[in-house]
């Protein structure tokens, strides 16, 4: 199927561990994202990546970092993780059509519980 | 800053009623907007996008933009239980490459 996935689909961890999320879409798109959606259903940008660019909202702590091995996955990385990481953290990618941008597809979501 | 409100409800309909969800946003340059439903527990999921003043109709969905007034709005046609979720609003400008969301708007369809 194309998609938009996510592994782990949970993860839950203790404080000051290290963790990763991994992502992968195979629909062709240029460009992927990372958001964190809060505990009050709030959806915020974290990262867009391409190939070209990455741009980071400047709210992100510097313990998340994106990882990108090819056009196709992002990978996010957390270091020292604490409590108000806890969040559900949604992948997405979108094409870019004709220098318009485009719709967004997500991927189902890793809910993270730091402890 | 860049934002995107809505207002987060609950918003109660009956079965067959229209919904109607409201959202405005504070920047400018703009150019395209999007409709995303989320179940609960599940990912957004894109069921409208509008680049242009006027309405865009697809099924039971019909999407609202005034770029004057910085006002978009989703009306919901013949609202069956099954629509019931949040509605995320959301904006970007092309240059940015990047989507602003609303909080969200809960709508609950009653039967």
């Known amino acids: 199927d194309t998609a938009v996935s996510q592994t782990p689909k949970y993860l839950v961890t203790q404080m000051g561990n290290d963790k990763s999320i991994k992502c992968e879409q195979n629909l062709g798109h240029d460009t992927m994202y990372w958001y964190k959606q809060d505990s009050k259903k709030f959806l915020k940008i974290m990262f867009s990546?391409?190939?070209?660019?990455?741009?980071i909202n400047e709210t992100v702590p510097n313990r998340f970092s994106p990882k990108s091995p090819d056009k196709a996955h992002l990978n996010l990385h957390i270091n020292s993780l604490e409590l108000g990481d806890s969040a559900v953290y949604f992948c997405?990618?979108?094409?870019?059509?004709?220098?318009?941008?485009?719709?967004?597809?997500f991927g189902p979501g890793t809910r993270l519980t730091v402890l | 800053q860049k934002e995107v409100e809505q207002n987060s409800g609950p918003l109660s309909v009956p079965e067959g009623a229209i919904a109607s969800l409201n959202c405005t946003y504070s920047?400018?340059?703009?150019?395209?907007f999007f409709w995303y439903r989320q179940y609960s527990g599940k990912s957004p999921e894109l069921i409208m996008s509008i680049y242009s003043n006027g309405d865009k109709e697809d099924g039971r969905f019909t999407a609202q933009l005034n770029k004057a007034s910085q006002y978009v709005s989703l009306l919901i046609r013949d609202s069956q239980p099954s629509d019931s979720a949040t509605y995320l609003c959301?904006?970007?400008?092309?240059?940015?490459?990047?989507?602003?969301f609303g909080s969200g708007t809960q709508l609950t369809v009653l039967p």
């Open positions: 997405a990618s979108s094409p870019l059509t004709g220098g318009v941008f485009g719709e967004q597809f």
């Open positions: 990546y391409n190939n070209k660019e990455l741009i």
């Open positions: 959301a904006a970007s400008s092309g240059s940015a490459r990047q989507l602003t």
């Open positions: 920047d400018r340059v703009s150019q395209s």
